[in-house]
């Protein structure tokens, strides 16, 4: 192998994989990357993609470094608890010292309809880092109206999923399920755990097809939706190569865009005194709050009665009080991103 020009030292290893090579080290380093959520899943890919060397990551977060991310988000350590900094702010600062050569933009925001076409804009890529399906929804369907190709993935205590959506290409996450689980009918890491080898495992098979998309490797990547269990150690494919054709989809194959529209996706207000937020479902549900309550035991003090779960946090301090519609009051906060991110990391979405 010839020398390597100075730029692409760093990438001998990566280059010497011959799926890879030279030709397809540049096109990586010619790739922008949006990376949604940079929380256990996207402090992973953001490493790894800034690692491997693409030129523009853009890391959107809405949250912050608590404690008990350390167990698993890998770029945030107890510095960045002690100083509260964003999580895209705190991802940023530690990859710019990985990495100097590769552009990162941090954005502390809540991706919603209203921001992910700017977001997404000159992008070759969106790669799935989030907790919430009402986001990878509003992915899917900017994914399908712009034409960038996306990686999903979800994990939960000892299991995790991943499958890439290629617009007109592959089966998109329409094609899987209609529609987001109802609020309540899910776990989630805060009611369930989840394990760092498991956030690992996943992340990594995301990476490994982001690094196939961006090198030019497109048909090498097989359409399947591959879940793991670490724990039992046990892993399948389930194919999905004709999904989209027998699926019918509202979204890859009829056009729908319901989420990027804005005409589904949680309703938040601020309420005005009380230092407040109300956040509501998409859609009106019918929770089991005996159920729920059972679910959050560990996670703060829970009182019920027929009508309303109330779930005392005490680090951060947070009153979130559930209604069996599906809506819920976060006091102690009037930051709407912040509240969203309470209900989704324990009721679900």
Request: charged letters at 25%.
């Amino acid at each position: 192998m010839k020398p390597l020009p100075d730029e692409l030292e760093r990438y001998s290893r990566q280059i010497l994989f011959s799926e890879i090579g030279e030709d397809g080290q540049r096109n990586i380093a010619n790739s922008r990357v949006l990376l949604c959520g940079c929380g256990a899943l996207g402090t992973v890919l953001a490493e790894t993609m800034v690692r491997s060397g693409v030129g523009f990551v853009r890391l959107v977060d809405r949250d912050f470094v608590e404690v008990s991310n350390l167990q698993r988000q890998v770029l945030f350590d107890e510095q960045d608890v002690e100083s509260n900094l964003p999580k895209a702010v705190a991802g940023a600062n530690k990859l710019r010292r990985i990495n100097s050569n590769v552009t990162i933009e941090p954005i502390v925001a809540d991706v919603d309809y209203t921001n992910i076409r700017e977001l997404a804009d000159g992008v070759d890529l969106i790669l799935d880092g989030t907790d919430n399906f009402e986001i990878r929804f509003l992915i899917n369907d900017a994914s399908l109206e712009t034409g960038i190709p996306w990686i999903y993935a979800g994990c939960i205590g000892s299991h995790g999923q991943t499958m890439t959506v290629i617009p007109n290409e592959t089966a998109c996450l329409r094609c899987l399920m209609d529609t987001v689980p109802e609020p309540g009918s899910t776990e989630t890491c805060d009611t369930a755990g989840i394990l760092g080898p498991t956030v690992n495992v996943i992340a990594s098979l995301q990476a490994a097809n982001a690094l196939k998309l961006l090198a030019g490797k497109r048909e090498a990547i097989a359409p399947v939706l591959t879940i793991i269990d670490i724990w039992n150690f046990s892993l399948r494919t389930m194919s999905v190569k004709d999904l989209r054709d027998r699926s019918k989809c509202p979204a890859c194959v009829n056009g729908e865009r319901t989420w990027l529209s804005g005409q589904k996706g949680s309703q938040t207000s601020i309420l005005c005194g009380r230092n407040a937020v109300q956040v509501s479902p998409s859609e009106k549900t019918n929770l089991s709050l005996d159920d729920l309550s059972q679910k959050l035991s560990d996670a703060g003090k829970v009182t019920a009665n027929a009508y309303l779960l109330r779930l005392t946090l005490k680090n951060p301090d947070y009153l979130v009080t559930i209604f069996k519609d599906g809506r819920a009051i976060i006091k102690g906060t009037e930051d709407v991103g912040i509240a969203k991110a309470v209900y989704a990391r324990y009721i679900g979405n």
